[in-house]
């Protein structure tokens, strides 16, 4: 389905990767994520290397051995900082560590990080390479076809070959541009155009290049005419996988092979888990949160959503809410089996 990976040395499986969000692919959401997709691989939200430096790495780093494998993505233009970030992030065992290069926050207005960065691939790949220079696992990018009025063929290229240089092998690729001026971070992942060929011509101009698509991506079906659109090595999946995590599990399961993912082991698993944090003080809320979209597209959607959004917040609720709701929720799709494929079962309504 895939290009097999160019870069031998590393044992990481990107063919399917859960997108860094932030806010939203915190360590609970990557737990939940890990459930319904044993192989993916999992992505933190974006830590700026000054946060990491400011406020100690534990606070942002911190995960279950379950999440692996996992990226963690930074974010920032110095390279002497980002290097520093690497440096203090040692010990927490990433499989890889990213640099954002694609993200139209706020605060690139002031030139700080993200997508900005595009006009200025020395620098990335300055930062780059200082990254490399602190660990032995792969410094990866992520980045756009290109910003605002950047030449998406010559500029993308210009850009691409600068961190070639620096020792990149790994670039995950958000089909689109980011507009910079007047677009929120919200518009920007939806106004401009999505060009799948623009990255597929990229792929076919830079074999020795691992090319993971990101971008629009909602089904195993879209992944599958993704896939014979260009030489990628994997996709990258986005709000997809976070508003409708069966999909996730669908996807997955037809990718790598395995069983579909059983909802209700899943929300017990969840509900232990959710017991265990409580233990550290993590509020039920906290956690589900980012499994409101379970049962979307099935009888019984509204409920979950409801209990577990409404419910979860008063500080009396236990973690067992979680496999008790699915239990119901589930009853309500009638004799039918509890495994509940996403694709297949979008009709159930
Ligand atoms: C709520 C939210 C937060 C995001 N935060 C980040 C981020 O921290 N770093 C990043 O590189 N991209 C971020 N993105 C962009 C996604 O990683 C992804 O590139 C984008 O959503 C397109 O993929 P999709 O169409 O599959 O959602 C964010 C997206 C969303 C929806």
């Given at each position: ?84 970030a690497?440096?203090a ?108 060929d ?13 090319i ?27 709000r ?55 049962f ?9 959503r ?42 159930v309504?």
């Amino acid at each position: 389905m895939f290009k097999p990976p160019s870069f031998k040395n590393d044992a990481i499986d990107r063919r399917l990767c859960v997108a860094p969000m932030m806010d939203w692919t915190d360590r609970h959401c990557r737990y939940f994520h890990r459930l319904l997709s044993p192989n993916a691989l999992l992505f933190t939200e974006m830590v700026t290397a000054e946060a990491i430096l400011h406020a100690g790495a534990e606070r942002f780093c911190e995960h279950d051995l379950t999440e692996h494998p996992l990226a963690l993505q930074l974010g920032g233009s110095e390279p002497d900082r980002l290097a520093a970030a690497v440096r203090a992030v040692r010990d927490f065992r990433f499989d890889e560590i990213n640099l954002n290069v694609g993200c139209p926050s706020p605060r690139v207005k002031a030139g700080c990080f993200g997508a900005s960065l595009m006009a200025e691939p020395e620098l990335v790949a300055k930062c780059v390479a200082a990254m490399q220079a602190e660990t032995d696992r792969p410094i990866t990018i992520k980045c756009r076809i290109g910003i605002d009025d950047m030449d998406e063929v010559a500029g993308l290229n210009h850009f691409v070959e600068a961190q070639i240089k620096a020792g990149v092998k790994i670039i995950y690729l958000h089909a689109r541009k980011a507009w910079l001026n007047g677009l929120s971070p919200k518009e920007n992942r939806e106004i401009p155009p999505l060009n799948y060929d623009r990255a597929a011509r990229l792929a076919a101009e830079y074999p020795e290049l691992d090319i993971i698509l990101n971008g629009g991506l909602e089904t195993a079906e879209d992944i599958r005419a993704a896939s014979e659109k260009g030489a990628f090595c994997g996709v990258m999946i986005g709000r997809a996988a976070y508003k409708t995590p069966r999909e996730l599990a669908a996807m997955s399961a037809e990718m790598f092979g395995h069983e579909l993912a059983d909802i209700q082991q899943i929300a017990e698993e969840m509900s232990c888990y959710a017991k265990t944090a409580a233990q550290k003080g993590v509020r039920l809320h906290s956690i589900t949160r980012h499994m409101l979209g379970l049962f979307t597209g099935l009888k019984g959607a509204r409920y979950w959503r409801r209990t577990l959004g409404e419910q979860a917040r008063q500080g009396t609720a236990h973690a067992s809410l979680i496999a008790e709701t699915a239990k119901i929720c589930l009853a309500r799709q009638g004799a039918s089996s509890a495994r509940q494929g996403a694709s297949s079962n979008r009709k159930v309504a």
